[in-house]
């Protein structure tokens, strides 16, 4: 483990080069050319100091201090945006996550909401929006007395804005959803094929339960607008359509729109259609909510022997401090438009999550999608999702809870009646402090900042691997990364032992086993997961096709797939 103390000023703590990189490029505080972050203890110790700066002055020295120990030896790992932003002069959000305003079926409408869209990109934000709402193409435009150029037309249109706005993060600033009964559907759904259009997209499909019902039924399914049925199409048709796509391009992804709705801690407020760029935050319209993730590899006691386990008790505590941290960052951070500010202080979500679960996994001697995994895995994230409200209850006690907390809805929820009876009770008493309390995000940065640790719920990739980093000046480099479990394994027994059976890499793995997992953590979490199954670039499109019934059958909220091919890349390698 690392040993990184207060009194540490060299950089020596960093495990492989990759991570002082990341730390140099994307965390470390300069400005005006001037380096204000000497070591990582000076860019966690103005985290700490700007998180704590709503506190009370006479608890903001304790309450930074419980900040920084909590963030030292990379346990908690607040997101990108915090690191690099919170305690700096720089006109930024610490929000990770936001959806855009619904927009209207109006020129105006659509080029206010690129406006906003605009001003939020360039404060750090990613994005996601509903296409949904935009008429069909080819439709009467009233007034006008000519055809709309439909939703796509708009997407080029924000795509193009984008890369302008945000030249240099490459590829998914934004998410695009599209329900599965707009009559532009199919163009969505194949819109990706061309790789130079909507590079700066994510696409998702918000499949219903009703159409899962027609696809198993062979039923005929409308596409509608407004309510007039526009066209009528077979069920299988548009869902094989979605399939194939996928199975070639990687794209779109599936969202299973009304089990977000239905098991959202929120839903008595509102109907959501639509997730921030990564997909693991479903949001309302103006929504946003600040992550950070739980470093479980920096937790195992013993790894790699038999009396290996989770420090359960330093779990707890971790998530009592983040859960403070994300409330406080609600406070501190800017946003670019009055309607995300006011957001986030009436519903007050914030998103706790986890990263080097596959490292924990294979220190502890499982092997990640066994039956000791997802049991590991669900274990973790019910005493997370426990600490987590017990937390913003005594939050609540202390500050008030969020202004828009309904009693006697909030407690209905199925989130509340999963918890620890004492923890609901705790909530009864006090009510909630954050209207959503997790969220698995993906943590790919953040996660070689921490030694290169398995990102979010993901598996090993590889135990050694090259990665491609875009550079300051927007050019790119290739650089040798080693897992973190295998490098600490190596430490210990030297480069020369073979790595314990528990390592099994991507590669290792059938679609099944990522299913498994991520239905696992998704019981224990409030949001979504950011999750990609890997899939063999020989699996059969039968075969492919059945890995999103089974996510859809498990309780999965969405499923995203990858499997090798010509039109995306990839940014890392063997």
């Known amino acids: 483990m690392y040993d990184v103390n207060q009194e540490q000023t060299s950089l020596s703590f960093f495990s492989q080069p990759i991570a002082e990189r990341i730390w140099q490029t994307k965390y470390r505080y300069s400005t005006a050319g001037q380096v204000i972050d000497d070591t990582v203890q000076d860019t966690w110790e103005r985290v700490a100091r700007g998180l704590a700066e709503i506190e009370a002055p006479s608890d903001q020295s304790a309450t930074s201090a419980a900040f920084l120990a909590a963030m030292r030896n990379f346990k908690v790992l607040p997101g990108g945006r915090i690191l690099s932003g919170c305690g700096t002069k720089r006109n930024v959000t610490l929000s990770n996550t936001f959806v855009m305003r619904t927009i209207p079926d109006s020129v105006d409408g659509i080029m206010d909401t690129l406006k906003d869209a605009a001003l939020t990109m360039q404060m750090g934000g990613g994005i996601g929006f509903d296409f949904s709402t935009i008429r069909p193409t080819g439709t009467h435009v009233r007034g006008l007395d000519c055809l709309a150029a439909g939703p796509l037309a708009a997407m080029d249109i924000f795509d193009t804005t984008c890369k302008m706005i945000v030249k240099g993060m490459g590829r998914g600033a934004m998410m695009a959803t599209m329900r599965c009964d707009h009559p532009d559907i199919e163009a969505f759904i194949v819109a990706k094929s061309d790789r130079t259009r909507l590079r700066n997209f994510n696409l998702s499909v918000m499949v219903t339960d009703a159409f899962m019902d027609a696809v198993t039924e062979d039923d005929a ?76 590899a920096q937790l195992v006691i013993a790894p790699f022997s038999p009396d290996a386990r989770l420090d359960v008790g330093e779990l707890r505590n971790l998530v009592r401090v983040a859960v403070r941290m994300l409330d406080n960052t609600l406070d501190v951070s800017r946003y670019a438009l009055d309607a995300q500010w006011q957001q986030a202080q009436n519903q007050r979500r914030i998103g706790i999550g986890v990263t ?44 008030g809870t969020f202004p828009h907390y309904d009693a006697d809805a909030h407690l209905s929820g199925a989130n509340i009646q999963n918890l620890d009876p004492e923890v609901q009770e705790l909530v009864r008493k006090h009510g909630l402090r954050n209207g959503t309390l997790t969220t698995i995000a993906p943590t790919g940065t953040t996660s070689m900042f921490a030694g290169n640790v398995s990102s979010g719920v993901e598996p090993i990739f590889s135990t050694s691997f090259s990665r491609v980093v875009t550079n300051p000046d927007g050019t790119k480099s290739s650089e040798r990364v080693m897992d973190f479990a295998a490098w600490q394994f190596s430490q210990m027994h030297g480069p020369d032992t073979p790595l314990p059976e528990s390592f099994v890499t991507t590669a290792d793995l059938t679609p099944q086993d990522h299913v498994a997992m991520q239905a696992a953590a998704q019981k224990w979490v409030d949001s979504g997961i950011s999750k990609t199954v890997n899939c063999p670039e020989d699996i059969a499109f039968d075969d492919f096709k059945t890995i999103y019934r089974d996510a859809y059958n498990t309780g999965c909220k969405g499923c995203t797939t990858y499997r090798p091919n010509n039109v995306t890349g990839s940014i890392l390698s063997l």
Not at 386 to 397: C, D, F, I, T, V
């Open 221 to 296: 399914w409308d596409l509608v607008w407004e309510g007039t049925v526009m066209r009528r199409l077979r069920a299988r048709d548009l869902w094989n359509s979605i399939m194939k796509q996928t199975y070639a391009t990687a794209e779109p992804g599936v969202l299973f729109i009304d089990r977000i709705n239905a098991h959202n801690p929120l839903r008595y407020l509102e109907t959501i259609s639509a997730t921030n760029s990564c997909a693991e935050q479903p949001l309302p319209p103006y929504g946003t909510c600040p992550l950070a993730s739980v470093n479980l």
């Open 356 to 399: 080097g679960v596959a490292d924990a996994i294979a220190m502890l001697g499982a092997r990640y999608g066994s039956a000791k995994a997802v049991f590991l895995l669900g274990s973790w994230m019910q005493t997370i999702q426990n600490a987590a409200y017990q937390a913003s209850a005594l939050l609540a006690k202390e500050r």
